[in-house]
């Protein structure tokens, strides 16, 4: 049974930062993407990083320069540095590790709360 597990999330002033991290419990097999999504109140989730195995990254454009991901391959952990955050960041954050080639798997995390005060 694979679990993922976030924390970290919390209320931070405009400006301020937060770290998200997210723990895999249980065996994943070979190449994987991990990532993080983010889903605000009525609207849709959207992709917020992602970082192969092999240190890959990809951030939506409204993220890059300020925040960061990063993994940690040998204790299935994914990290996310967030700096200078803004209102329209806050959200519930979801870790995600995804595979497409066989043996796939598509494991969800239960999501963090991260609220930005303007």
């Known amino acids: 049974q694979v679990q993922l597990v976030e924390s970290g999330g919390g209320l931070v002033q405009a400006g301020g930062s937060l770290r998200l991290s997210c723990a895999v419990s249980?065996?994943?097999?070979?190449?994987?993407?991990m990532g993080w999504y983010r889903q605000a109140p009525g609207k849709q989730r959207e992709l917020v990083a992602h970082?192969?195995?092999?240190?890959?990254?990809n951030y939506v454009d409204s993220v890059k320069g300020r925040f960061t991901i990063s993994r940690d391959n040998a204790k299935n952990t994914v990290t996310l540095q967030m700096n200078s955050l803004k209102p329209e960041d806050t959200a519930i954050y979801y870790c995600?590790?995804?595979?497409?080639?066989?043996?796939?798997?598509?494991?969800w995390g239960q999501g963090t709360q991260v609220t930005v005060s303007s």
């Open positions: 995600n590790v995804v595979r497409s080639q066989f043996p796939s798997f598509n494991y």
């Open positions: 249980g065996r994943i097999f070979g190449l994987n993407t």
């Open positions: 970082i192969a195995t092999g240190g890959t990254t």
